[in-house]
């Protein structure tokens, strides 16, 4: 994987669609995770930091502070816009006419978050950013209308092991690479106990093609949100 050229074509590609919707302010869930805080430095090297606009979206009492103060401190470091949005209020108020299961309640926080993304958005005349990478767009991990909902995604065309090399490259802070991928949706949860597999060893499946019958599954369930907006390609095929 050359680093260089693929941070060549993901920037030029933002730069691209931002020019073609003849918008320039950028509005990202930034978690103090990996991927979102790999996306922000990608649309800060293609749109300059006073175009990108930081969204902290803690569950307060769940979510970690040191996720909390990993993303402000990043932020604070790239000198970007960013606010402090806790969900809880918004989670607490919503109020359906019948009860609804763990998961729906569980899915209710990533389409909140999705929620105040656009409400950003519209309010900054801005696009928002999506952070799903190729190993979770391909087994269709994730929450459809929430954090599946966003008008591109800049590095949904590289596999979580490439999203690890290429944050080394852009030398995205060490605590950050490190830490347990986690949604934060439950106690407890990580994204590998969630998917059943190692991020390695899905690549290594998904890249030679040839899928476990548990992964099979998983594509079979999911297929109905394996379908998503504009994603920036470092790939021909």
Do not use: W
């Not at 040191?66 to 993303?71: G, H, R, T, Y």
């Amino acid at each position: 994987m050359n680093h260089e050229e693929i941070t060549k074509k993901i920037v030029s590609q933002i730069q691209d669609y931002f020019n073609k919707s003849n918008i320039t302010k950028a509005v990202i869930g930034l978690s103090g995770g990996i991927d979102s805080t790999l996306a922000a430095k990608l649309c800060i090297l293609a749109l300059g930091k006073e175009n990108v606009i930081g969204v902290l979206m803690p569950e307060i009492g769940l979510s970690k502070q040191q996720n909390i103060d990993d993303a402000r401190e990043f932020a604070e470091k790239e000198d970007i816009k960013y606010l402090l949005q806790p969900i809880n209020k918004m989670l607490d108020s919503y109020d359906l006419n019948i009860p609804i299961n763990e998961l729906a309640k569980t899915n209710l926080k990533p389409r909140i978050r999705a929620n105040i993304l656009f409400s950003y958005a519209n309010t900054f005349n801005a696009l928002v950013i999506g952070t799903a990478n190729k190993s979770e767009v391909m087994v269709g991990y994730g929450t459809k209308y929430g954090d599946l909902a966003c008008d591109l995604f800049v590095i949904g065309d590289l596999y979580k092991t490439e999203v690890f090399a290429l944050s080394k490259h852009l030398k995205i802070p060490e605590n950050i690479i490190t830490k347990v991928p986690t949604a934060e949706l439950i106690e407890g949860q990580t994204d590998e106990q969630e998917l059943g597999i190692t991020y390695e060893k899905l690549d290594q499946q998904l890249i030679n093609r040839q899928l476990s019958k548990d992964v099979v599954e998983r594509v079979r369930k999911n297929e109905h949100k394996r379908k998503y907006p504009f994603m920036v390609k470092v790939r021909d095929n």
